[in-house]
Each structure stands twice: as structure tokens, then as C-alpha cells.
T-cell receptor, first 117, second 109 residues
Framework: GAVVSQHPSRVICKSGTSVKIECRSL??????MFWYRQFPKQSLMLMAT?????????EQGVEKDKFLINHASLTLSTLTVTSAHPEDSSFYIC?????????????FGPGTRLTVL | QKEVEQDPGPLSVPEGAIVSLNCTYS??????FMWYRQYSRKGPELLMY????GNKEDGRFTAQVDKSSKYISLFIRDSQPSDSATYLC?????????FGKGTKLSVKP
């Protein structure tokens, strides 16, 4: 299957700071990237969907000014958590879909564990 | 009612057992169904992907979809300790996926 990487794998930050998470598709061009959040013992909750070169579509209840998504190229999407607070601590996972595989197949990155102190 | 329901377990079986994991869904618009395996603190890994009702087999894994009853299953034959993980089912349409909560499976040697 296709390979998706995320960086960093783990980040600890102080409350009020901003954190940027990168998601890269390494061996295929991702026309669509998805950002999920997963709390302990919970399912993956879709936060937003982004198509390369377009504004992201956010799910209901997700603040677009707080979770900034940029999908500037077919291999890179970034999620910036602005003014992070302890309640933003979670496991953030991206996935990518697009060329090189079925459009509907999403390949997931390894996730980024964010801890806000 | 959540769109995809999945018993979180945990489910514990002896090595070599046949494992049956199940989900129900409520959204008739779902066009495709997937099973992912997620090891602790890792991203999900796609195991099986199917569009239609019926069975799809890949090695020790068989995915089964019954659209009439909105029921999806994953069977694991000859289970191994390395199969110990959380298994997530998902249904999707228009490129989006809705996930179940995941079932935590433990295969004991």
C-alpha cells in the first residue's frame, strides 16, 4: 500500500502556543487529504477534508480558525493547531487518497500525539 | 444512533482460533466498506476494502458485507499473537469514511 508519513510523531507544548503537524504522501500523489482526531478508546473523528489547491472543508463543530489546514501540493498537507489548550491534547492522524490507488482508499499516517500542558 | 456501531470488546482468544469481528451501520448511502487494523499508538492500516455485498478473502482474512441487513464482518482464521490490535470498521460514500469505535483483540499464545 501507499506510504504516508507524519511529522512530528509526538509533541508537547505549552498552552497558548501553536503547533504545526505535517502529513506527506511519499509514493503517490494525494488529491485529497483528511485530518482525524482520536481520543483514547474512541473512534477516529474526521476533522476536515482538504483537496490540493482548495480550501479545506471542516466537519461540524470543528473551528476552522483554530485548526488551520493547508494542502499546497499533491504530497503535503499541514495542520496547525493555533493557541493550543489542554483540551486539544489528542492523537491527530492524517490520511491521503488519490492517484495511484482507488479514490476511496485512504492510507493513514502513523499519527501525531499532541500534549498541551 | 451512531452511523457505525462496533462492540469495543476487549475480545480475547487463544492462538489458532477463528475470530469474528462485526459492525452494523445505519447509513444506506454507504457505497464501500473497509476494515483497518490499528496497533497501539500507531495509525490505522488498511486490511480489507469492499464495495458490494458478499465475501472478499485475502489470506487469513475474510470480509463479509450484507447490505440488506447493514451488517459487516471480518473473520480472521488461524489467529496469531501478532494479530493483537484494535480493528476498526468503516463505511463510506463520496470519498468520506465513518468509523466504528474499534474492537480490541488480544490473541493469547
Amino acid at each position: 500500500g501507499a506510504v504516508v508519513s507524519q511529522h512530528p510523531s509526538r509533541v508537547i507544548c505549552k498552552s497558548g502556543t501553536s503547533v504545526k503537524i505535517e502529513c506527506r504522501s511519499l509514493d503517490f500523489q494525494a488529491t485529497t487529504m483528511f485530518w482525524y482526531r482520536q481520543f483514547p478508546k474512541q473512534s477516529l473523528m474526521l476533522m476536515a477534508t482538504s483537496n490540493e489547491g482548495s480550501k479545506a472543508t471542516y466537519e461540524q463543530g470543528v473551528e476552522k480558525d483554530k485548526f488551520l489546514i493547508n494542502h499546497a501540493s499533491l504530497t503535503l498537507s499541514t495542520l496547525t493547531v493555533t493557541s493550543a489548550h489542554p483540551e486539544d491534547s489528542s492523537f491527530y492522524i492524517c490520511s491521503a487518497a488519490g492517484q495511484g490507488g482507488s479514490y476511496n482508499e485512504q492510507f493513514f499516517g502513523p499519527g501525531t500525539r499532541l500534549t498541551v500542558l | 444512533q451512531k452511523e457505525v456501531e462496533q462492540d469495543p470488546g476487549p475480545l480475547s482468544v487463544p492462538e489458532g482460533a477463528i475470530v469474528s469481528l462485526n459492525c452494523t451501520y445505519s447509513n444506506s448511502a454507504f457505497q464501500y466498506f473497509m476494515w483497518y487494523r490499528q496497533y497501539s499508538r500507531k495509525g490505522p492500516e488498511l486490511l480489507m476494502y469492499t464495495y458490494s455485498s458478499g465475501n472478499k478473502e485475502d489470506g487469513r482474512f475474510t470480509a463479509q458485507v450484507d447490505k440488506s441487513s447493514k451488517y459487516i464482518s471480518l473473520f480472521i482464521r488461524d489467529s496469531q499473537p501478532s494479530d493483537s490490535a484494535t480493528y476498526l470498521c468503516a463505511g463510506g460514500s463520496q470519498g468520506n469514511l465513518i468509523f466504528g469505535k474499534g474492537t480490541k483483540l488480544s490473541v493469547k499464545p
